[in-house]
């Protein structure tokens, strides 16, 4: 499901004061980085990742992959920051972002 703009601009906003939860290295995304990804995407719906990839082309190509893998949807990239949002029917509201930060 595509986001309206509208959405992206309220997730962008909430996505703007998030620290990046998972760390993505240039070996790019290993079971252990996803894993933790899908962690961070139960408990907090919206996350922040950092990627360290030198050229954009293997950034899109590994940014693409991760949300593939993860069934996330792409929100906002910023130079080497990516937020992705995944919905959860049972998030915990004292963890959600979407939650916490919906007031922003």
């Known amino acids: 499901m595509a986001l309206s703009s509208e959405q992206k601009k309220a997730y962008k906003r909430i996505g703007h004061h998030l620290k990046p939860v998972v760390l993505v290295s240039e070996q790019g995304a290993s079971e252990g980085v996803l894993a933790e990804i899908e962690r961070a995407l ?21 940014i693409e992959e991760i949300c593939k893998q993860t069934k996330a949807e792409l929100v906002q990239v910023i130079g080497k920051m990516a937020i992705l949002l995944r919905r ?8 959600s972002n979407l939650v916490r930060y919906k007031d922003l």
């Open 42 to 62: 139960n408990d907090h719906e919206l996350i922040k990742i950092r990627l360290s990839v030198a050229d954009r082309e293997t950034k899109q190509a590994l």
């Open 88 to 95: 959860n029917k049972k998030a915990n509201p004292n963890l």
